[in-house]
């Protein structure tokens, strides 16, 4: 075997182990080796060799028969020092905290990756009925306030080459329609914000804004309030708290 050779191998064993965590991380819960194997595609007998040594270090886990496999501890680690060294969520916590006390909702600071939203940071609502919400949750960018507001800032060429033309359905309101999104990111732009209408979440309405510390942005704060609690006035306090946290959120990431 050549360097080279040596080299590709290497590569392509680290490119497996990524595919492999990115799959748990995706799909919780424990999976059969058959499973996996099924998803990834990969050779039985080198998927199991490569999930025992995750297994070792630390990156898989399994359960009490060692037969199924799940995202180990080491991932939750990794995770948790991107948000601790993440200069964004740094500077936006004062900004959020005073956008909860503001609106009495629940809050979120999101950034795209690819064609998703991940979720950064959030601030609990302080209502009984209230959104479920965790660091890390991954949604789809078009059903999202948060990521129509980022959105909103690519142009129409940008937006069509990272979208596909048909787009999944979350629920019933749903924009599945790139085109039809490409309108709804052209209001967006017009008002300042962007709004899902329960298209993530049946009796959910959230409210979102892009951070300009970049150019087109990659991070946005939004709002999630119940529809059922949801008044014109209320409303018109969340619009108005998301923007001047915006303007916070500037001052604070200006040198980033």
């Known amino acids: 075997m050549t360097a080279g050779d040596a080299g590709g191998a290497q590569v392509k064993s680290a490119v497996r182990t990524v595919e492999l965590l990115e799959y748990f991380a995706g799909r919780p819960g424990m999976h059969s080796l058959a499973t996996v194997q099924e998803a990834v595609g990969y050779p039985k007998s080198s998927l199991y060799m490569l999930l025992r040594t995750l297994v070792e270090l630390g990156w898989v886990e399994t359960d009490a028969t060692g037969t199924r496999y799940g995202i180990g501890v080491r991932a939750l680690l990794v995770g948790t020092s991107y948000i ?11 900004a959020l905290d ?8 629940t809050i ?20 009984y009925l209230r ?14 306030s948060l990521g129509k507001a980022i959105l909103a800032t690519y142009t129409d060429d940008e937006v069509r080459a990272l979208l596909p ?19 709804e990111l052209r ?18 309405r959230c409210f979102g804004v892009a951070l300009p510390y970049r150019a087109p942005a990659r991070d946005a704060v ?12 209320h409303e018109q306090t969340i619009k108005d708290a998301l923007s001047e946290a915006r303007d ?7 040198r980033l």
Do not use: M
């Open 84 to 94: 601790d060294g993440d200069e964004v969520v740094a500077a936006a916590r004062p």
């Open 98 to 105: 005073r956008l909860a006390d503001d609106t009495t909702e």
């Open 108 to 127: 979120h600071l999101a950034r795209l990756d690819g064609t998703s939203v991940v979720y950064l940071a959030t601030r609990q609502s302080q209502h």
């Open 131 to 144: 959104p479920f919400t965790r660091v890390g949750r991954r949604l789809p960018a078009h059903s999202t």
């Open 165 to 183: 033309p048909e787009l999944p359905a979350l629920t019933e309101h749903t924009i599945t329609d790139r085109e039809r999104l490409i309108e």
């Open 187 to 204: 209001r967006v732009r017009e008002r300042g914000f962007a709004v899902d209408r329960e298209e993530n979440t049946v009796g959910l």
């Open 222 to 233: 939004s709002c999630s309030v119940p529809v059922a609690r949801l008044t014109s006035a």
């Open 248 to 254: 916070r959120l500037t001052l604070a990431t200006r």
